[in-house]
């Protein structure tokens, strides 16, 4: 296959950008996330699927405790793509100085962004290199008029040394996930609490 030509098609799948937030044993952290989608056509049983790589701090901490919040970004927020997903949590607090606020789960959620999603995890599937969780949405809002943010909109919009560090980033990670997306462990997830 030639996997140039799928390329724009798989670009799209992505979802609006997310700060994704969790809580475990007192420790809390946000990371930036694409890999979401909606999960249930019951309206008022809502579900996402988020797929989190388990080289972020952030995956133990949503594995461990079985919930997050997905914080999804307004244009005026492009700073914390790169606070939030350019970083890790291991080595700094990447909430320092943010407003957040707990609700339904615990998880901190960002006072402002465009809107968002408190979930409990129900469960989650290992993909080797990552854990795609499936989540019960307990609570949300939409707190914004304004759009969404995506991606592929926020590329040409951020500073060009934060693109070549996100793209010597995703490089490391890609050679990563090419070893360990072979090595899915189908043992059922059960969370800590
Ligand atoms: C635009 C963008 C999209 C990202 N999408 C995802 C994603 O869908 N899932 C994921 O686990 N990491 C994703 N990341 C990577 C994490 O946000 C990043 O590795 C972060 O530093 C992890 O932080 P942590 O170690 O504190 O958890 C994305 C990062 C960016 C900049």
Same mark, same amino acid.
């Given at each position: 296959?030639?996997?140039?030509?799928?390329?724009?098609?798989?670009?799209?799948?992505?979802?609006?950008?997310?700060?994704?937030?969790?809580?475990?044993?007192?420790?809390?952290?946000?990371?930036?996330?694409?890999?979401?989608?909606?999960?249930?056509?019951?309206?008022?049983?809502?579900?996402?699927?988020?797929?989190?790589?388990?080289?972020?701090?952030?995956?133990? !901490?949503?594995? +461990?405790? #079985?919930? &997050?919040?997905?914080?999804?970004?307004? %244009?005026?927020?492009?700073?914390?793509?790169?606070? $939030?997903?350019?970083?890790?949590?291991?080595?700094?607090?990447?909430?320092?100085?943010?407003?957040?606020?707990?609700?339904?789960?615990?998880?901190?959620? !960002?006072?402002? +962004?465009? #809107?968002? &999603?408190?979930?409990?995890?129900?469960? %989650?599937?290992?993909?080797?290199?990552?854990?795609? $969780?499936?989540?019960?949405?307990?609570?949300?809002?939409?707190?914004?008029?304004?759009?969404?943010?995506?991606?592929?909109?926020?590329?040409?919009?951020?500073?060009?040394?934060?693109?070549?560090?996100?793209?010597?980033?995703?490089?490391?990670?890609?050679?990563?996930?090419?070893?360990?997306?072979?090595?899915?462990?189908?043992?059922?997830?059960?969370?800590?609490?």
């Amino acid at each position: 296959m030639e996997y140039a030509r799928i390329a724009p098609l798989m670009g799209r799948l992505w979802s609006p950008l997310a700060a994704v937030t969790s809580r475990w044993q007192g420790k809390a952290n946000v990371q930036i996330a694409v890999a979401i989608a909606a999960a249930s056509i019951v309206p008022d049983m809502p579900r996402v699927v988020v797929q989190i790589y388990k080289t972020n701090f952030s995956h133990h !901490l949503i594995y +461990s405790s #079985g919930a &997050l919040a997905l914080n999804f970004l307004r %244009a005026d927020q492009l700073h914390l793509i790169k606070d $939030f997903g350019m970083v890790s949590g291991r080595d700094r607090d990447k909430l320092e100085g943010v407003g957040v606020h707990a609700e339904a789960t615990g998880c901190p959620v !960002l006072d402002d +962004s465009w #809107g968002y &999603l408190d979930c409990q995890v129900v469960n %989650a599937m290992d993909g080797g290199d990552m854990t795609c $969780f499936l989540a019960d949405v307990v609570t949300g809002d939409v707190v914004s008029n304004d759009a969404p943010l995506w991606w592929r909109d926020a590329r040409r919009m951020i500073p060009d040394e934060w693109n070549r560090e996100w793209d010597r980033k995703i490089a490391r990670e890609i050679e990563v996930s090419r070893e360990r997306m072979k090595e899915i462990d189908p043992s059922p997830w059960k969370s800590a609490e």
